[in-house]
């Protein structure tokens, strides 16, 4: 089975802090897609980053970056100079597939404290 | 930028009622995906529609079903409603022809059934 976990059901970070969110994930295909989603109160899903299997360079969006090790299979979510509006439900998500309208999975969710 | 929107946002219904949710996916985005959030729970994958046709299934119940319209639009189908069906219920849409893969998500759809 194609699982994704994240074992951080709760994070808190200083507001301007650095705070890392942690992700693993299990499949046999070699080629997939990794995602970092946001759901703040409103419950809307905010796409944050994304990370192609075949790349070996770490995504970066602003603020936000990944950790992506391959072989350890973990894909880890860094954000840097937390901001109030961070605060939220992070997501991690993978589609399992090279190609294909494949549904995501996703895993459990760490809620992101930010405190002032 | 134009997003996925869906309609309505808020439905309440009664058990074993029927009810349908659309979804008007982003501009030139040819896929469609449904999802279905429970309190406190991750997005469950439902059912994806590629170029009007189904091309992927996940955990939907029998009683739901789903297509895509020519215009690309989609609807969500579900009958015999239980309480379990309460839910939040997300579209997504993404460009599998352009190498788009990334899905975008609408407001979703407060279901509430009593």
């Known amino acids: 089975a194609q699982t994704v976990t994240q074992s951080q059901p709760e994070m808190s970070v200083q507001e301007a802090e650095t705070v890392t969110l942690s992700c693993t994930y299990d499949t046999s295909e070699s080629d997939y897609y990794l995602f970092w989603y946001k759901q703040p109160p409103s419950r809307q899903m905010i796409l944050v980053i994304r990370?192609?299997?075949?790349?070996?360079q770490n995504a970066t969006e602003n603020r936000f970056s990944v950790n992506f090790q391959k072989a350890a299979k973990s894909f880890s979510l860094k954000i840097s100079d937390s901001q109030l509006g961070d605060a939220a439900m992070y997501f991690c998500a993978s589609k399992f597939s090279g190609g294909g309208a494949d549904g995501l999975t996703f895993g459990k969710g760490t809620h992101l404290i930010i405190q002032p | 930028a134009a997003g996925v929107i869906q309609s309505p946002r808020h439905l309440i219904k009664e058990k074993r009622e029927t009810a349908t949710l659309k979804c008007y996916p982003i501009p030139r985005h040819d896929t469609v995906y449904w999802y279905q959030q429970g309190p406190g729970q991750d997005p469950q994958f439902l059912i994806s529609?590629?170029?009007?046709?189904?091309?992927d299934k996940g955990s939907i119940p029998d009683r739901f079903s789903a297509q895509q319209f020519s215009d690309y639009h989609s609807e969500l189908n579900m009958s015999s409603l239980e309480l379990g069906d309460s839910a939040l219920y997300f579209c997504?849409?993404?460009?599998?022809?352009?190498?788009?893969?990334?899905?975008?998500f609408g407001p979703g759809t407060r279901l509430t059934v009593t």
């Open positions: 529609f590629y170029e009007k046709m189904q091309s």
């Open positions: 997504a849409s993404s460009s599998e022809t352009s190498g788009v893969y990334e899905q975008y």
């Open positions: 990370q192609e299997a075949y790349k070996q």
